[in-house]
């Protein structure tokens, strides 16, 4: 009768080991209780692009504190990649993210098979080969794009109600860095967006052919203004612009709208409202995926194309912050939100909808015709709409 309570005792106790390792199998296997994270810049925070995607550091370092050891580089230059990638590599990072557009990242991550490797979209994925550790991800900023133009366009149509301009008056600037898909999709969205308040609206582009120049962003901002730009907005690295803006409305009736941080500290009396990408979204998602060791693709929540990833409203990719109640025309916020709602149901082809026809600036033999609109980011996180409109937009 002993020997059977002993044999009943160890069998209870192998099934009770057998059962809590199946649950910690079930809930907590493989999870890292340790992780290690490297971000790597290519300007510093001091800048709004930089400092938009540091948010996402900083929200890492809020969730997981002490469980996650985070290494940055900051003013990294593209072609100076590889030094501190091998380096974070090397350290044991389980996953680093980049928000420069080297194409040392990927040509790299195959070396560094246990380290995963994120970065904010370059080019155009669609059926790219990749090595399996090498991710990119991007929000859809022609969504935000869009949508700050509707405030542009709202006060716009506040200053003719005014007799402050005329209809023939209606000029939006902007200073842009390059002329790449990506950039030309971000301003003719914000253009589209204006004029779906005032049809009247044209656009002059000034190109700096630089990411990151104060000077020659607000010497480009300077000019269009004295063009006879009511609004000003950017794809460009600095506050440059938004100073240009905040200076000549002494003298000009001139405003801003931002792309990345908000200006309303720099130009409190032009700013109006901004758009960003909130890098964080995926940021957290992946270091989550990492931390349980799952598919980063399988946790993040967004449109998903093979190892590239993009979202809009609909999964809070992309914002609109610090409307200037001061400055902003009245009902510009119920404006917005009409078009946020549209994006947010999945309706995207509309911002690209028009009655123009674009044309490809490397091939003039290469048009579109708008009038059933484009949906961008179908097939790629990264922008791909890179046709100049006809006699409304006038690049410099």
């Known amino acids: 009768m002993k020997r059977l309570y002993i044999i009943t005792a160890i069998t209870c ?96 991550a195959p070396e560094y098979p246990a380290t995963e490797f994120c970065q904010t979209s370059y080019q155009d994925m669609n059926g790219q080969k990749v090595p399996e550790n090498y991710h990119t991800f991007k929000g859809e900023a022609y969504q935000g794009r869009y949508v700050s133009g509707i405030a542009a366009g709202m006060k716009i149509k506040q200053m003719i109600e005014e007799g402050v301009i005329t209809k023939q008056q209606a000029s939006i600037g902007f200073v842009a860095a390059f002329p790449t898909s990506e950039v030309i999709s971000g301003y003719t969205a914000f253009l589209l967006g204006a004029r779906s308040v005032v049809p009247q609206v044209t656009m002059r582009v000034c190109y700096t052919k630089t990411w990151s120049s104060y000077a020659q962003e607000k010497n480009a901002a300077q000019k269009l203004i004295k063009e006879g730009c009511v609004i000003i907005s950017q794809h460009t690295d600095t506050i440059g612009p938004a100073i240009a803006c905040e200076e000549a409305s002494e003298n000009t009736a001139v405003y801003f709208v931002g792309y990345n941080q908000s200006m309303s500290e720099v130009a409190p009396g032009t700013s109006l409202v901004t758009s960003r990408i909130c890098w964080e979204h995926y940021v957290l998602s992946a270091v989550e995926a990492v931390v349980k060791n799952k598919d980063i693709e399988k946790v993040v929540k967004g449109e998903v194309h093979g190892s590239d990833v993009s979202a809009g409203f609909e999964q809070g990719w992309v914002e609109m912050v610090d409307l200037n109640k001061q400055t902003a025309a009245p009902d510009t916020q119920k404006a917005m939100d009409v078009a946020i709602e549209k994006f947010r149901r999945g309706e995207t082809a509309f911002a690209f909808r028009c009655n123009l026809i674009g044309v490809n600036p490397n091939d003039p033999s290469d048009t579109i015709d708008l009038k059933n609109g484009y949906k961008e980011n179908e097939k790629t996180s990264y922008p791909l709409f890179h046709y100049i409109l006809k006699d409304i937009i006038y690049v410099e």
């Open 13 to 108: 106790a192998i099934v009770f080991a057998c059962f809590f390792g199946w649950f910690r199998l079930l809930n907590f296997a493989g999870e890292k209780e340790h992780v290690k994270i490297g971000f790597i810049y290519d300007n510093d925070e001091s800048t709004p692009y930089t400092y938009n995607f540091s948010i996402a550091k900083d929200a890492v370092e809020k969730k997981y504190g002490k469980k996650a050891e985070i290494f940055t580089c900051s003013n990294v230059l593209d072609d100076e990649m590889e030094e501190p990638l091998r380096e974070l590599a090397q350290k044991g990072c389980d996953v680093i993210f980049f928000n420069g557009y080297s194409t040392l990242v990927r040509k790299l």
